[in-house]
């Protein structure tokens, strides 16, 4: 009999390489209790987390919490089943209802998990005779929901309009439609997306555009619409993806658009038909969460003074961040043993970030991926910033 694990040989050997360069395991870090937003048992130590997606710290709203509970008590723990094949539960449709009219849309469909709201809108809107563009940088769904879709693939430059405008120019006698997709945040390095140029390309070249909002829905606009709010381009943005996992801290993800096809994309859109649709506690949690979102602006004031303290503190260091401020800051490193040595030091000195390594980084460099948080306080930010300076020192 072939082993049939044997494709993964290389994995296992470039894995096993690592891990003789680290006293633990960077990809099974164990969070053994979250005491609060910011603050988690690892190791059996306090430790403070600058390694989430947790940007509003609504993941311990106690709002959120309560309604989930409620919610489980009088429905359920879970739908066990599809909304196609199963039933819609009217919460799923309240849900709908709401991030539609926050997003000032017609239409917003949910989906299970972010990933799934890409692989289930992509792979819907696009086939075989269509062509998407994408950011080169774009997340694994975008591309995994390419390729479930059948579509020709064109990757342009990242956050390059005049890369993308130069493929655009290519495909002026394509019969078929055109889909350009681009992030809002892009979740490695914090960089955020020129939305309004591409906005201008796709009207001269007879594009849609799509933007994944998922780093920054509730994150930046006055009212947490993302980048397209920021840069006033939200009405034509044709398809908004995001996800309820970072900002609103639950799980599931969404498509919002005005186009009515939207409808029909219910009945042609894989990853939302066969699956089991969001169970009712998380959908409560996540209404909950949502009330917060846009109750409190103010999260998203204390977000950015984070981010800038954070990045500030850094820069003074000495360290590699990029110019650009925002609630995901990387930490450029230049090897990987270096960037494993810094990250353990970092963990054992009571701080977690996230150790992200090639080729899942831009560049082929290793990075050290920081996220900021409203619930951080300025001494917790300050901690952080001093525990990455004595670390650095070691290596200087
Ligand atoms: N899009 C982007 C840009 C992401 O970074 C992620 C998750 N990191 C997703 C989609 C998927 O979201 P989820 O983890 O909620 O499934």
């Not at 849309?105 to 792979?123: D, E, P, V």
């Not at 509730?218 to 034509?236: F, I, K, P, S, T």
């Not at 409203?374 to 300050?382: C, K, R, T, Y």
């Not at 004595?390 to 290596?395: A, E, G, Q």
């Amino acid at each position: 009999m072939n082993n049939i694990f044997a494709k993964h040989e290389a994995l296992q050997k470039a894995y096993k390489n690592l891990i003789t360069l680290s006293p633990r395991d960077p990809f099974h870090v164990v969070i053994e209790r979250p005491l609060s937003a910011t603050v988690g048992i690892i190791e059996g130590r306090e430790t403070l987390l600058f390694g989430t997606n947790n940007y509003l710290g609504l993941s311990q709203s106690q709002k959120a919490a309560q309604a989930a509970i409620e919610t489980a008590q009088t429905m359920g723990v879970g739908t066990t089943g599809s909304r196609i094949a199963n039933g819609t539960f009217g919460l799923h449709q309240t849900l709908e209802k709401k991030l539609a009219a926050f997003f000032r849309r017609k239409h917003c469909m949910i989906f299970s998990t972010g990933y799934q709201a890409n692989l289930g809108t992509i792979s819907a809107l696009v086939n075989k005779d269509d062509v998407l563009l994408l950011d080169a940088d774009s997340h694994a769904s975008i591309y995994d929901g390419a390729k479930l879709s059948g579509a020709q693939v064109i990757r342009f430059r990242h956050n390059d309009p005049a890369d993308l405008e130069k493929r655009l120019a290519r495909l002026k006698n394509h019969t078929g439609a055109k889909l350009i997709i681009a992030e809002g945040i892009y979740s490695m390095t914090g960089n955020i997306a020129p939305l309004k140029e591409f906005v201008d390309i796709k009207k001269r070249h007879g594009a849609y555009l799509m933007a994944d909002e998922a780093h920054s829905f509730g994150v930046l606009g006055e009212h947490g619409r993302g980048v397209a709010e920021l840069q006033n381009c939200e009405d034509d943005i044709d398809f908004i993806v995001g996800t309820f996992s970072k900002s609103l801290g639950t799980v599931g993800g969404y498509c919002i658009s005005d186009n009515d096809g939207i409808n029909l994309m219910r009945l042609a859109s894989r990853p939302y038909m066969f699956t089991a649709s969001l169970p009712p506690e998380i959908i409560a949690a996540t209404l909950a969460a949502l009330e917060d979102l846009e109750a409190h602006p103010e999260l998203r004031v204390k977000l950015q003074k984070n981010a800038a303290q954070l990045h500030a503190g850094l820069q003074d260091i000495g360290l590699n961040t990029g110019s650009h401020i925002s609630p995901v800051i990387a930490v450029t490193l230049d090897n990987i043993a270096q960037a494993l040595t810094f990250w353990n030091a970092l963990l054992e000195s009571g701080l977690y970030v996230n150790l992200s390594l090639p080729p899942a980084t831009p560049d082929e460099r290793p990075l050290l991926r920081c996220s900021v948080m409203a619930a951080h306080s300025p001494q917790e930010i300050d901690k952080a910033i001093s525990i990455f300076k004595s670390v650095y020192n070691m290596f200087k």
